[in-house]
T-cell receptor, first 114, second 114 residues
């Protein structure tokens, strides 16, 4: 089974702190994604990566950055956390093969910024 | 830009009954994929069913089936013989063939009554 893990299920940080969210997948997938999930808004794409060291902005990249130094690991960084970044963060991965396009999700990190 | 609309924030169904979740989308593309994902409470999101736009036949997976109306840009999910384990948030999603960016709807929360 594909496994996508995230470093924390729950996280509480203070305004202005630097926050790291890590995601690891064990299926050698080329593509990895970071979303935030808010009630009534569904999932919104923050950043994605289609290869090591490659990254592309999604719909809401402001206030976030990412890092992909290894194929299996994709990190989301909040340089200076703000209260409006309180949300559920979901990581996902997918293979590049055209037969699938299915995304495999991690359990999510519920981040609270106070 | 593509959009996905789920007009039912919440639905409820009696155990063993059938329920249909609605989804409409907007695109000018002819080649794309549509998905229904399920997010159970406090559990990881998983793929329920996938439909390729070029296929006229509606996809089915056990108790789950879709009604894909390409001209109307409609993609509803029918759950037959509903079970308590079907209670979850359901997301409709769209992806251009060959693309990276999956567009998600706002979600429909399904309650199953015993």
């Amino acid at each position: 089974d594909v496994k996508v893990t995230q470093s924390s299920r729950y996280l509480v940080k203070r305004t202005g702190e630097k926050v790291f969210l890590e995601c690891v997948q064990d299926m050698d997938h080329e593509n990895m994604f970071w979303y935030r999930q808010d009630p009534g808004l569904g999932l919104r794409l923050i950043y994605f990566s289609y290869d090591v060291k490659m990254k592309e902005k999604g719909d809401i990249p402001e206030g976030y950055s990412v890092s992909r130094e290894k194929k299996e690991r994709f990190s989301l960084i909040l340089e200076s956390a703000s209260t409006n970044q309180t949300s559920m963060y979901l990581c996902a991965s997918s293979p590049r093969t055209a037969s699938s396009y299915e995304q495999y999700f991690g359990p999510g990190t519920r981040l609270t910024v106070t | 830009a593509q959009t996905v609309t789920q007009s039912q924030p919440e639905m409820s169904v009696q155990e063993a009954e059938t329920v249909t979740l609605s989804c409409t989308y907007d695109t000018s593309e002819s080649d794309y994929y549509l998905f229904w994902y399920k997010q159970p409470p406090s559990r990881q999101m998983i793929l329920v069913i996938r439909q390729e736009a070029y296929k006229q036949q509606n996809a089915t997976e056990n108790r789950f089936s879709v009604n894909f109306q390409k001209a109307a840009k409609s993609f509803s999910l029918k759950i037959s013989d509903s079970q308590l384990g079907d209670a979850a948030m359901y997301f409709c999603a769209y992806l251009n063939t060959g693309g990276f960016k999956t567009i998600f709807g706002a979600g429909t929360r399904l309650f199953v009554k015993a």
